[in-house]
């Protein structure tokens, strides 16, 4: 039987595993870029104890293969009696990892900002948290668009070696299917496929989002 025959008879296992990759990519960009951002203000803060902890982080989780550190939180953690299923190990290890990255890009971003913005922040009566939400935020998010949808298909990109793990998303069902079936290429493939769709989906939304944006500046 022809390869691609078998994959769309199974089809609904690629369907479940795409499902779980999609659950997983979406709470890993929600969750790596609120902590990068939340990250960012430590990393640009005058305090020198606070920018050095922040790059103690920022630094490690660039460094770090994801895959190592992936397999650092499930099979290292219990170690310390933290014990984390599959799923969520995988999902931590995306958020915290990415969270480095999106921090990074932020900081840059907010480092090209005008000064005279933030000034007329203060002028109006903006300080603290508040200036950062209102002011230094928004333009910030804008200015680093392209740079974010390149880190959310990275994330997409490192999901699948959430399979070593034995997580169930894209990368692992189809693998199953393969070593079941016989059908490297079909199945694998098959992966590619959504993958893309997935990865061009993506960077079609930041495209839109970003020239929405553009138009009502």
């Known amino acids: 039987m022809n390869g691609f025959s078998i994959v769309w008879q199974h089809r609904d296992m690629i369907l479940i595993g795409f499902q779980n990759t999609l659950i997983i990519v979406a709470i890993g960009a929600a969750g790596s870029l609120l902590i990068g951002t939340l990250l960012t203000i430590p990393l640009m803060s005058g305090r020198r104890g606070f920018v050095m902890m922040a790059t103690a982080y920022v630094d490690a989780m660039r460094c ?3 895959l190592l550190f992936a397999y650092l939180l499930y099979f290292g953690l219990p170690s310390f009696g933290i014990q984390l299923d ?3 190990a995988g999902v931590a290890a995306l958020v915290l990892y990415h969270a480095g990255y999106m921090a990074e890009l932020l900081r840059a971003a907010w480092s090209n900002l005008s000064k005279e913005l933030i000034e007329a922040g203060h002028a109006f009566g903006f ?19 392209p740079l974010i949808g390149n880190q959310l298909i990275q994330i997409v990109k490192d ?4 399979t070593v793990i034995a997580v169930a998303e894209l990368t692992h069902e189809a693998t199953s299917l393969q070593t079941t079936y016989f059908v490297p290429f ?3 493939v098959a992966a590619v496929i959504l993958y893309w769709i997935t990865c061009v989906t993506i960077e079609s939304t930041v495209g839109y989002v970003n020239r929405f944006a553009e138009e009502r500046r």
């Open 64 to 66: 770090v293969p994801f």
């Open 86 to 88: 599959n799923w969520w």
């Open 127 to 145: 300080s603290g948290w508040g200036l950062f939400r209102r002011i230094i935020l928004p333009p910030v998010m804008f200015s680093a668009l």
């Open 159 to 162: 999901s699948a070696f959430l």
């Open 186 to 188: 079909a199945s694998f």
